[in-house]
T-cell receptor
Framework: DAKTTQPPSMDCAEGRAANLPCNHSTISGNEYVYWYRQIHSQGPQYIIHGLKNNETNEMASLIITEDRKSSTLILPHATLRDTAVYYCIVSGLSNDYKLSFGAGTTVTVRA | ETGVTQTPRHLVMGMTNKKSLKCEQHLGHNAMYWYKQSAKKPLELMFVYSLEERVENNSVPSRFSPECPNSSHLFLHLHTLQPEDSALYLC????????????FGQGTRLTVV
């Protein structure tokens, strides 16, 4: 019952910024946007999350539109090690912050 | 290293065997989760434990039996599994009721023969 829509795949060039879109048009006011990634056959790795404001950490930036119906994860300088499946997940207090995973976006970084 | 440790990392078992998967965290988290990820499929939430009580069981067959003896440990007991139960089993933990992130273990790759 994932409530987000992501493109199934995208390529990006090593050293360039990777912009991963996510639509979540039915997000409610108390729900956060979380991003995780999963490198092949490993456990998902937390990247970033936000409620309304844009967020940045050492891994990525999260840009959330003013109406909160979509967001973009930005990997500022993609490396080959960023090749992974990226999941955008909406969750909040109403579902006790459980994470429901969709198919995500398979990102391939090419040299 | 996320602070969530799963053992074993790989397990091969026959359909008549009984085995257990273990998950351990010392992050001070009090909610723990089991997920199943079959080949080329998204993660499926199996069980949720909150404050050591099972609060969710997502129609998981009884051949999977979870146990949470304390807030730091979570087990998944397996018996009479089927080949279609072969998958990556992932454990996660977080602080109950908080928006802070969940941490995942590296998973146990289970093969049922």
């Amino acid at each position: 019952d994932a409530k987000t829509t992501q493109p199934p795949s995208m390529d990006c060039a090593e050293g360039r910024a990777a912009n991963l879109p996510c639509n979540h048009s039915t997000i409610s006011g108390n729900e956060y946007v979380y991003w995780y990634r999963q490198i092949h056959s490993q456990g998902p790795q937390y990247i970033i999350h936000g409620l309304k404001n844009n967020e940045t950490n050492e891994m990525a930036s999260l840009i959330i539109t003013e109406d909160r119906k979509s967001s973009t994860l930005i990997l500022p300088h993609a490396t080959l090690r960023d090749t992974a499946v990226y999941y955008c997940i909406v969750s909040g207090l109403s579902n006790d912050y459980k994470l429901s995973f969709g198919a995500g976006t398979t990102v391939t970084v090419r040299a | 290293e996320t602070g969530v440790t799963q053992t074993p990392r790989h397990l091969v078992m026959g359909m008549t065997n009984k085995k257990s998967l273990k998950c351990e965290q010392h992050l001070g988290h009090n909610a723990m989760y089991w997920y199943k990820q079959s080949a080329k499929k998204p993660l499926e939430l199996m069980f949720v434990y909150s404050l050591e009580e099972r609060v969710e069981n997502n129609s998981v067959p009884s051949r999977f039996s979870p146990e949470c003896p304390n807030s730091s440990h979570l087990f998944l007991h397996l018996h009479t599994l089927q080949p279609e139960d072969s998958a990556l089993y992932l454990c996660a933990s977080r602080i109950q009721g908080s928006s802070t992130e969940a941490f995942f273990g590296q998973g146990t790759r289970l093969t049922v023969v």
